[in-house]
């Protein structure tokens, strides 16, 4: 059995990580450094094709004995680190931050003003949140979302970017088109706000669960405030069996006329079976400003395209950037604006 030698070891630490193993092995090798449990020569190294794991451990056993090679070891591990930061760093700097759009107000302090959408973040930034909830949605250049938003939750929050970044909400994949539950109904219509991109929406719906026909139906209930004072206001909702048609135009119509939304209050979808009517939930809609909203997503698209994204990616990337940004989206809805406008496949 060959005992532990307490020597000095004046050595090159190669600067090149990948070249840990056969300098760990060298050393063990020179040095007779061998644990009576554990062997290891280069050939035995080679025909056993160990891991990094293993051969780095067979050194920082060989070195924790040795009095004179605590020296080393620290040198050795603290280059490890160093050399895998600087190439993390160097990773993380060739990607670049665009910005989809802001909610709230969030001011950069490299620019000295809030940020708008296109701008290219940098990473040693500062920010400051006006608002408790604000937040930045962007997007980095390998396809990943992002977000930078007050972690803190206070007004007028100043954070360094890296105490900001955050996921962005993870893209949805969508399993099933058709609503088949009253927790299905609730969570796509009355869990956010509706949003409207196409002058109609298109839902399907299970006809075992939910039919649509003369005597059973969606329709929205509401009140309003009427030359004549608040009165009920019942709206029957179009389908064409079974899919639920919305139309952008007739939303806040009564007998065919227009209405101040602002005279609406208690907005519901309800279904009402046979003489039964069943409430499914609150109903808020939003008209996004088309324009900027093409803006922000014709980034978001170029950049999944890139990097050769999938359509099917591509949709429930747009979707979850909506939802997270905006409100609730209709899945036929969305594919075939992002057909018309971006020429996304809609499969």
């Known amino acids: 059995m060959q005992s ?30 061998i644990h009576p449990n554990i062997f290891c020569m280069k050939e035995k190294y080679n025909k056993r094709q160990e891991s990094n794991h293993i051969l780095i451990f067979y050194f920082i056993c060989a070195l924790t004995n040795s009095i004179a090679l605590k020296t080393l070891l620290v040198r050795f591990l603290f280059l490890i680190f160093l050399h895998l930061g600087i190439a993390l760093d160097t990773a993380a700097q060739k990607h670049s931050y665009f910005v989809l759009t802001m909610k709230g107000s969030v001011r950069s302090e490299n620019m000295g003003r809030e940020f708008q959408t296109g701008d ?67 969570d796509y219509f009355c869990e956010h706000p509706y949003i409207f991109l196409d002058s109609i929406a298109k839902i399907r719906i299970n006809q075992k669960t939910y039919p649509q026909n003369g005597a059973q139906f969606f329709y929205f209930h509401f009140m309003w405030k009427g030359p004549n004072g608040e009165e009920e206001v019942n709206k029957k909702l179009d389908f064409k069996k079974d899919t639920l048609i919305l139309k952008q135009a007739t939303i806040f119509k009564v007998d065919k006329k227009p209405i101040v939304r602002q005279d609406v209050r208690d907005y519901k979808l309800m279904y009402y079976n046979r003489g039964e009517s069943v409430k499914v939930g609150p109903f808020d809609v939003v008209f996004p400003d088309q324009e900027k909203m093409k803006t922000e997503i014709k980034i978001l698209v170029d950049i999944l395209k890139r990097n050769n994204a999938p359509a099917k990616n591509i949709h429930s990337e747009c979707e979850a950037y909506i939802r997270q940004f905006y409100g609730s989206i209709d899945k036929i809805n969305l594919t075939h604006w992002l057909n018309v406008h971006f020429g996304v496949p809609m499969k």
């Open 120 to 186: 290219i973040i940098s990473t040693d930034d500062e920010l400051t949140f006006k608002g408790d909830q604000d937040m930045v949605g962007m997007i980095r250049s390998d396809g990943k979302r992002f977000v930078l938003k007050n972690t803190k939750e206070k007004k007028g929050t100043k954070l360094k970017w890296a105490a900001a970044r955050a996921l962005g909400k993870t893209r949805i994949e969508w399993k099933n088109l058709t609503l088949n539950t009253m927790e299905d109904l609730q």
């Open 4 to 33: 532990w030698r307490q020597t000095s070891v004046k050595t090159k630490v190669t600067s090149n990580i990948f070249g840990i193993r056969e300098f760990a092995c060298t050393v063990l090798e020179k040095y007779g450094l």
